[in-house]
């Protein structure tokens, strides 16, 4: 069966999937979400590892210098719209949840800079809720693997993944399936000659 194919050489070959941002507190991993939208994990974390260590609390942040926040996150994208999201999030997450970013999607929804995608994001890593996020790497990989169609849409690839995996670990089959599209099946020269699923892959080249 080709879901327990996929599942077995994910599992050989992504042992211990983790997130790869950085945080050490809830409101923390809501804000690298939100701050790692058009840019990669590793610029977030060089970012957050100053700002976290400034501005050490929501109420901290809350007070923040916005200019003094886009000089911190300068290197990523869209850093001026991002700054203020920030700043806002913090505010609004002392006024409405005394500082606790809570299990509630149409809240985080609602937060400046976060959409359904970071949303997921948090409430799988934060609360185990089965979400799949799809980013570019994990709409390519459901693609290439036959789980979407190249026209779906990242909302119908998320239907359709949670709804292929409802019988799995949701949280673990999201990070294998966007490290597997980061460091395997990359939209660029993808290691298919090693892979043990290139014989239901739509790529077949590398």
């Given at each position: 069966?080709?879901?327990?194919?996929?599942?077995?050489?994910?599992?050989?070959?992504?042992?211990?999937?983790?997130?790869?941002?950085?945080?050490?507190?809830?409101?923390?991993?809501?804000?690298?979400?939100?701050?790692?939208?058009?840019?990669?994990?590793?610029?977030?974390?060089?970012?957050?590892?100053?700002?976290?260590?400034?501005?050490?609390?929501?109420?901290?942040?809350?007070?923040?210098?916005?200019?003094?926040?886009?000089d911190i996150i300068r290197s990523i994208g869209t850093f001026n719209?991002?700054?203020?999201?920030?700043?806002?999030?913090?505010?609004?997450?002392?006024?409405?949840?005394?500082?606790?970013?809570?299990?509630?999607?149409?809240?985080l929804e609602s937060l400046p800079g976060v959409g359904r995608k970071?949303?997921?994001?948090?409430?799988?890593?934060?609360?185990?809720?089965?979400?799949?996020?799809?980013?570019?790497?994990?709409?390519?990989?459901?693609?290439?693997?036959?789980?979407?169609?190249?026209?779906?849409?990242?909302?119908?690839?998320?239907?359709?993944?949670?709804?292929?995996f409802k019988n799995y670990n949701a949280r673990k089959i999201h990070?294998?399936?966007?490290?597997?599209?980061?460091?395997?099946?990359?939209?660029?020269?993808?290691?298919?000659?090693?892979?043990?699923?290139?014989?239901?892959?739509?790529?077949?080249?590398?």
């Amino acid at each position: 069966m080709k879901i327990n194919e996929i599942i077995n050489y994910l599992d050989e070959i992504i042992v211990d999937p983790k997130c790869e941002l950085n945080y050490c507190k809830d409101y923390e991993l809501l804000i690298a979400v939100m701050l790692s939208a058009q840019t990669t994990d590793k610029r977030v974390n060089g970012v957050t590892s100053i700002l976290f260590k400034k501005y050490n609390s929501l109420e901290a942040l809350a007070n923040a210098d916005v200019n003094d926040i886009i000089d911190i996150i300068r290197s990523i994208g869209t850093f001026n719209k991002k700054a203020h999201n920030v700043i806002e999030i913090a505010k609004s997450l002392l006024n409405n949840y005394n500082g606790v970013v809570p299990n509630n999607r149409d809240y985080l929804e609602s937060l400046p800079g976060v959409g359904r995608k970071t949303t997921n994001v948090v409430l799988s890593e934060l609360f185990n809720e089965p979400c799949i996020a799809v980013d570019t790497h994990i709409k390519r990989v459901s693609y290439r693997l036959g789980l979407s169609k190249k026209e779906d849409d990242v909302l119908v690839v998320e239907k359709k993944l949670t709804k292929t995996f409802k019988n799995y670990n949701a949280r673990k089959i999201h990070h294998q399936l966007l490290l597997f599209g980061r460091y395997y099946c990359k939209a660029i020269n993808p290691s298919c000659n090693d892979c043990k699923l290139k014989n239901i892959c739509k790529k077949k080249t590398n």
